[in-house]
């Protein structure tokens, strides 16, 4: 419940001013590539741990109100123009592409947060997320300790095996 009292007390100055970057990124975004994109819509409905989503098909963004409240200039200086980037890649590169899919945050997508926003772009942030987390089971693989949400936790009890991103080890529950 605690992102649904955010999300409705998230100041309506902060709604504006996300919106505001949104449209300040558009414009931009016309004006150096010389072509006309429709504006996105925005919302404040994200959850979980995750900043911001883009809505590829529907030309939506989505940001996590819990997380924008608390880090207001990243969201502005970063995580709008990462989920915008993803809109443009998807308007100039994925609609039927004759190359196949594009990946998230592959070169098409970087290169665009490097011209336009003067950005190297990650595909993560470093924002504190103890607010959003939720529940966390432990597993471990041979790196060490790993917290696994409840979504993954209860995938892993259906049969689905998740591995470590650095080892390749499968994940292991931890019992105490």
């Not at 414009?27 to 995750?50: C, K």
């Not at 196949?100 to 336009?116: A, D, E």
């Not at 190297?120 to 529940?135: C, E, F, L, P, Y």
């Not at 696994?148 to 931890?174: D, E, F, M, P």
């Amino acid at each position: 419940m605690l992102w649904f009292w955010v999300f409705s007390r998230l100041d309506n100055d902060l709604k504006l001013q996300a919106q505001q970057r949104l449209q300040y990124c558009h414009q931009l975004a016309e004006q150096q590539l010389q072509r006309r994109f429709p504006l996105p819509t925005l919302s404040f409905d994200q959850r979980g741990r995750i900043a911001g989503s883009a809505r590829l098909q529907s030309n939506h963004i989505r940001l996590n109100a819990v997380l924008l409240a608390d880090n207001p200039d990243e969201f502005m200086h970063e995580v709008i123009p990462h989920e915008f980037c993803h809109l443009l890649v998807w308007q100039l590169h994925g609609r039927g592409s004759l190359f196949g899919r594009v990946r998230p945050h592959g070169p098409q997508w970087k290169g665009l947060m490097k011209s336009l926003f003067n950005l190297n772009g990650s595909s993560t942030h470093r924002m504190d997320i103890s607010k959003v987390a939720g529940r966390q089971f432990p597993y471990h693989c041979q790196c060490g300790p790993v917290q696994l949400s409840i979504r993954r936790h209860n995938r892993i009890q259906k049969g689905v095996v998740y591995h470590c991103r650095r080892c390749q080890q499968a994940l292991v529950a931890t019992h105490h």
